[in-house]
């Protein structure tokens, strides 16, 4: 069952659990620090097919592949498929949902997308309305670089707080039984905007969310960060993280120890991607690939979203963005 | 109550302050070593249409920016202009080349749409706006050089 914590926080009362997933990336991020943790690394952008958007496509549909045979189950055992990207329309997820064949919910969070996957899906399984999820969120540079910004041959130099969109995808299969990491909590962010316009500044953009929901989450739980062998957002970079530190800072809240970033994580200093990465994948590479292979008992994951269409930004509005938290029991971690 | 969560003001000048600032001497002395090469290499290509295809030097311009317009092209096309772009910055973008590339960029990026839907109609996406803003300049600067 699901219990309520304050009013953006639930806890999952029935173990929800992670019992696989998949991690599948591309060359850029194969050659980073994380690249040695995923369990498929293409070798170049196009894999084979004809376009970006079908080549982001490929991504996900192996992820999915890959978490539903390490979690031993059938495509026909799968209760509900709940997806999301950051192409219009949410594409990627539509057609791999038609390819899986499950029940399928698309969700839109943009980068937050994998946190907000997982809290519905762990929703699902503990209120006893599914028994197999299977979530994904996908990203690939150059579908979202066409659509966001410039084409993707266009020589453009891009300012210093810029961030890379990460190509890759990640799914999970939440189920109530099994053996697995577990889904503890989840807390939903509220829509933030601090007047930042400039698309290339997604971090910066970003971490008023990242900032809010940690507190919430803290306040809701009556936890100390402390209580977290580690606090992760999802592609602040290094700008973004900054600020929340700065933010946390003011707030009175310690963060100083045990926080990072997926998107400060994903990449090396010599690869030269500015402040970092960024994208769905972002924050589900590192925690599947890199944090699920470490020695945890409890990480909170806050998968941080910046909800701008180009259109918006193109009329001079600001970004709004949003940031989901999941905190993560690691099997064998005790309680 | 927290202002960086509350003021956007407040919260720009803090932003502002961590923002990693661009190396602008750099970035000045890279696009005007790349930028000035890049006219030394049409100085070069024009004196050849000079010495060894007859052009006077009043004509010798036209096939010399064909040249440097075709260069820019292929190096898109090769994969390599965004590269040397992402370290020149302006010293790529100012000239003739930088506008190659991003028509040539364009049209290889929307090849998929199709020839008339991507090629077609999105090859000026980017080169547009100077397409038309070239052209009302050059038409208002036309008109007041007649009328003086």
Request: include cysteine.
């Amino acid at each position: 069952m699901v219990s309520k914590l304050g009013k953006q926080t639930l806890m999952f009362t029935g173990k929800p659990t992670i019992t696989g997933y998949g991690t599948v990336a591309g060359p850029k991020e194969g050659q980073g620090p994380v690249g040695s943790y995923f369990d498929k690394v293409f070798p170049d952008m196009i894999l084979g097919e004809k376009s970006f958007e079908k080549a982001e496509r490929k991504l996900m549909g192996t992820a999915v592949e890959l978490a539903v045979e390490k979690a031993a189950l059938t495509n026909e055992q799968i209760d509900l498929f709940i997806a999301g990207d950051l192409l219009n329309q949410i594409i990627t997820a539509n057609f791999s949902a038609l390819r899986l064949g499950a029940p399928f919910m698309g969700i839109y969070g943009a980068c937050s997308s994998f946190a907000q996957g997982l809290l519905l899906g762990g929703l699902f399984v503990d209120s006893g309305g599914a028994q197999n999820v299977v979530t994904a969120t996908s990203s690939h540079n150059c579908s979202a670089e066409r659509q966001y910004r410039y084409p993707t041959e266009y020589g453009a130099q891009l300012p210093p707080w810029s961030q890379h969109t990460v190509t890759g995808a990640a799914a999970c299969v939440v189920s109530a039984t099994g053996a697995g990491n577990t889904l503890e909590m989840a807390t939903i962010g509220k829509v933030q905007d601090l007047g930042v316009k400039d698309p290339f500044n997604m971090g910066g953009a970003m971490a008023p969310a990242a900032a809010d929901t940690i507190f919430k989450h803290l306040e809701e739980t009556g936890r100390q960060p402390g209580d977290y062998d580690l606090i992760v957002t999802g592609d602040l970079g290094k700008v973004g993280r900054e600020m929340v530190l700065e933010i946390a800072q003011r707030q009175g809240v310690d963060l100083s120890q045990n926080y990072r970033d997926c998107g400060e994580l994903i990449y090396s200093k010599e690869q030269q991607m500015n402040a970092g990465g960024s994208g769905c994948a972002c924050s589900a590479l590192v925690t599947l690939g890199l944090l699920f292979n470490q020695n945890y008992k409890r990480i909170l994951v806050v998968a941080t979203g910046a909800l701008h269409s180009p259109t918006t930004y193109q009329q001079q509005e600001n970004i709004p963005t949003v940031a989901h938290a999941v905190s993560i029991n690691f099997a064998g971690g005790g309680n | 109550m927290n202002k960086l969560l509350s003021d956007q003001n407040s919260y720009q000048n803090v932003l502002n302050q961590k923002m990693p600032k661009p190396n602008l001497p750099r970035n000045l002395a890279l696009s005007f070593v790349v930028g000035g090469g890049i006219c030394v290499l049409g100085q070069f290509i024009q004196n050849i249409y000079i010495n060894y295809f007859n052009f006077s030097p009043d004509r010798a311009g036209d096939p010399t920016i064909t040249t440097m317009i075709f260069l820019g092209g292929l190096l898109t096309a090769l994969g390599v202009f965004d590269r040397i772009a992402r370290f020149a910055g302006a010293g790529t973008a100012v000239p003739v080349t930088g506008f190659a590339n991003s028509m040539v960029s364009a049209a290889l990026e929307f090849k998929r749409e199709g020839y008339v839907l991507g090629v077609g109609s999105k090859m000026f996406i980017l080169a547009g706006s100077v397409i038309v803003f070239g052209v009302v300049a050059a038409f208002i600067i036309g008109l007041i050089s007649a009328l003086i």
